[in-house]
Antibody
């Protein structure tokens, strides 16, 4: 069974950093592109970043470009999202998803940016 | 970026009645492979999104055949033949043909 489990969310002050993790199991992690998608409170879904299966190619949404870094450790079957210079508008539940078809999603981790 | 426009924004349907959601894209979703990468997702209250349909009309495993997807090019529709209580939540269309992938704004299905 495919499982994606996010962790690392919490309350953080504006301008500070936070690193999210997503532990994958039930499939060969290194075979798949992965993505982060976020959802602000009461809002819709917004793609944040993607990374290729080998980790060499990354892409970012305009709203996070230059501040967030997506990475992966295929030996640990884990996806990461390093979030720097956080803003109040980054407050959201962050989901990791298997990018191919977006068939599998984690349960999400809540990031709250507030002083 | 491709803009995905869903209508209606909300929908109130009685149990046993049909429901229909429209999703229109700002450009054709037919890819160079000839495939159309249009998915439908359901997010139930308090849960993460769950894919129901991929490639316009293919049902994911375990999804009842009350659900169906159709459409082509820029116009797509999700239909529920007979709404059940378990169907309530927010439905999203998602295109994966063009980078970056983009989501529709969502349609909230409520029970009448």
């Amino acid at each position: 069974e495919v499982q994606l489990v996010e962790s690392g969310g919490g309350l953080v002050q504006p301008g500070r950093s936070l690193k999210l993790s997503c532990a994958a199991s039930g499939f060969t992690f290194s075979d798949y592109n992965m993505a982060w998608v976020r959802q602000a409170p009461t809002k819709g879904l917004e793609w944040v970043a993607s990374i290729s299966y080998g980790g060499s190619n990354t892409h970012y949404g305009d709203s996070v470009k230059g501040r967030f870094t997506i990475s992966r450790d295929n030996a640990k079957s884990t996806l990461y999202l390093q979030m720097d210079s956080l803003r109040s508008e980054d407050t959201a539940t962050y989901y990791c998803a298997r990018q191919t078809g977006f068939a599998y999603w984690g349960q999400g981790t809540l990031v709250t940016v507030s002083s | 970026d491709v803009v995905m426009t869903q209508t209606p924004v909300s929908l109130s349907v009685a149990i046993g009645q049909p429901a229909s959601i429209s999703c229109k894209s700002s450009q054709s979703l037919v890819g160079t492979s000839g495939k159309t990468y249009l998915n439908w997702l359901l997010q139930r209250p308090g849960q993460s999104p769950k894919r129901l349909i991929y490639l316009v009309s293919k049902l994911d495993s375990g999804i009842p055949d009350r659900f169906s997807g159709s459409g082509s090019e820029t116009d797509f529709t999700l239909k529920i033949s007979r709404v059940e209580a378990d169907d309530l939540g927010v439905y999203y269309c998602l295109q994966g043909t063009h980078f970056p992938q983009t989501f529709g704004g969502g349609t909230k299905l409520e029970l009448k």
